[in-house]
């Protein structure tokens, strides 16, 4: 995880042999940072894939395109590429696809499937390589079944834990801007993320990381309490980590 929060999020999913960043919701600068901090460098990077068109995943995006040392192709659902501001035409490297199609770059095997979220046509995604398996599901107001169907037999899961209800609730928005976070098409609150760990997570799931969480309307601490007795009552050995919003997590190694 290089970023992950509503100011910015962007991942690096990755084999020896290709290079996949999951959205770019960074600047080019300070997504060049974080990947440096990696050891990785932006050259390198294969695939660009955008889960949907809201600022914290794309901003970085548009520079990116133009960039023409950056040669990584860009997957965006058909729906979402004219969502998105490219500026003058979109880039030529794009790859538009309908979402919940499933595609290769180089050896990994992705899967995208529609996700419940505000967004024209936002997607969440598998991906499978060297019989590791790797599930990033944020930005969604709730987890239908379709999601879970996707999201089994991950050994790497990254799932949203945005928000304490009653957190949201007296926090400083705006009523509108609560019902929207609250609602089907919003954003997984910490309950919605308990009852999936409860009753859908599974015990191949090595490694989850909670991720895109409110900076006003949640906790680290919160979130880690919360999803460490739901784990510990199911007896799973499921290592647990938080991603942030300023600094990059630790490397996940399959
Ligand atoms: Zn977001
Ligand atoms: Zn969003």
Sequence with gaps: MLASGSSGNAALVATENTRILVDAGLSMRELR?????????????????????????VCGLPVLARNKGVRAAIFVTRLTTPAIDW??????????FQAGASFRIGDVEVQSFGIPHDAIDPVGYCFEAQGVRVGV??????VPESVKFHLRRTNVLLLEANHDLDMLKVGPYPWSVKQRVMSRVGHLSNLHMSDYLMQDLENCTADLILGHLSEQNNHPA???MIAAEALERRSFQTRLS??????ASQVFQY
Excluded: C, M
């Design 222 to 224: 919160i979130v880690q």
């Design 137 to 142: 599901a944020t930005d969604l107001g709730y």
């Design 242 to 247: 938080i991603a942030q919003q300023n600094s």
């Design 33 to 57: 940072k974080r990947l440096a901090s990696i050891g990785e460098s932006l050259e390198d990077i294969d695939a660009i894939l955008v889960t949907h068109e809201h600022s914290d995943h």
């Design 87 to 96: 500026g003058e035409k979109p880039p030529e490297r794009l790859e538009a």
